[in-house]
């Protein structure tokens, strides 16, 4: 399993397009890349523990061979490249366009600017690249005893549904979680929202807005002791009993009550929504999950846009990809942060 590259200070990441170009320039640079990844004091082979320089290919820079027991180990091996056809240069590209585009693109715009002749392989790369964006033992966030809380609220995405009556047709119910902390406001300047601003954040698709759905999200998303903010939904009813402090927003009659009350989360929903409609045009059920952990790791790195390059390498070595037909087949599900998701 490769190492944490959060610990490798030695490792260098680009900060702009020339110093990618440098530090990247072909194949064997990235093949060289990961295994420096994987192994921080040299090559260890792990069939046979051998140490010492391994055999390299000039066509396959991607395989080491072991000098003592004579077996390949594939530098791919345990991340989203694993078994792949795609040229490791391609990839690099792919997570430092994923990781430095703020807004983001739809897998039609990454297919030209990576020049792929098909759109599937785009689709099945950004896809792998994105089951890469999410560590399944995330800490769960919240401060207990301390002065920052944490915004719950869910929402309904998806498309205008019209002659099926009142209600809701065809959208699906996605929950939030959000730290809100506090910061001293300096002298002589204006204070926004209080001095509040936004912490870590998970989001994640729930298949209704039942008591067992909404209170498991927060089980396995926010540490219990934290102070929870939500509306009056009965759903939420129970999370004082679970160890949390649990502080309700009722309207009352008056509807800028949650207004007041759950900001931070209200504008995460405008600010996805907005994404969705104006990056990739709206998105499937089956994928949405997808595509909310992507929008949770740019916003938890917002602070340090180049260094989501070097942590989406870094997180893409410990996650498990999906196969173009298992994204096709609803066979695979889409990874979340939440312990029960």
């Not at 406001?185 to 954040?201: C, D, N, S």
């Amino acid at each position: 399993m490769p190492a944490d590259i959060f610990r490798r200070g030695t490792l260098p990441f680009p900060t702009s397009l020339p110093g990618f170009q440098r530090l990247f320039p072909d194949d064997a640079a990235c093949a060289g890349y990961l295994e420096r990844i994987r192994w921080e004091h040299g090559f260890s082979c792990p069939y046979c523990g051998a140490l010492g320089q391994p055999f390299r290919f000039a066509n396959r820079p991607h395989v080491l061979r072991c000098r003592a027991c004579r077996k390949d180990v594939a530098l791919t091996a345990g991340t989203v490249m694993e078994r792949t056809h795609t040229p490791l240069s391609t990839w690099f590209w792919a997570a430092y366009l994923v990781a430095s585009h703020t807004a983001g693109m739809s897998a039609v715009q990454f297919q030209r600017q990576l020049g792929l002749s098909r759109y599937e392989t785009a689709f099945q790369i950004l896809h792998k690249l994105r089951a890469g964006m999410v560590r399944p033992d995330a800490d769960r966030i919240g401060k207990p005893g301390s002065h920052d809380h944490v915004e719950v609220d869910e929402t309904w995405i998806g498309g205008t549904t019209r002659g099926e009556g009142y209600g809701v047709h065809g959208k699906t119910p996605v929950i939030a979680a959000i730290e809100v902390r506090h910061r001293q406001p300096k002298e002589g300047t204006k204070v926004r929202r209080g001095g509040r601003y936004a912490g870590r954040l998970r989001l994640q698709v729930v298949p209704d807005r039942s008591a067992k759905a909404l209170c498991g999200f927060v089980e396995g998303a926010v540490l219990p002791g934290s102070m929870i903010v939500t509306d009056g939904w009965h759903s939420y009813s129970g999370l004082a009993n679970m160890g949390y402090e649990h502080l309700r927003a009722t309207e009352g009659g008056d509807a800028s009550v949650p207004e007041e009350y759950l900001p931070i989360v209200h504008l995460v929903f405008s600010n996805l929504k907005s994404w969705l409609r104006g990056c990739h045009h709206g998105v499937s059920p089956q994928h949405l999950q997808a595509y909310l952990n992507e929008f949770t790791f740019r916003f938890n790195r917002r602070f340090y846009p180049f260094n989501a390059f070097r942590s989406l390498l870094g997180i893409g070595g410990k996650a498990a990809a999906p196969t173009y037909d298992a994204l096709y087949s609803r066979e695979w599900q889409h990874p979340t942060a939440s312990a029960h998701g």
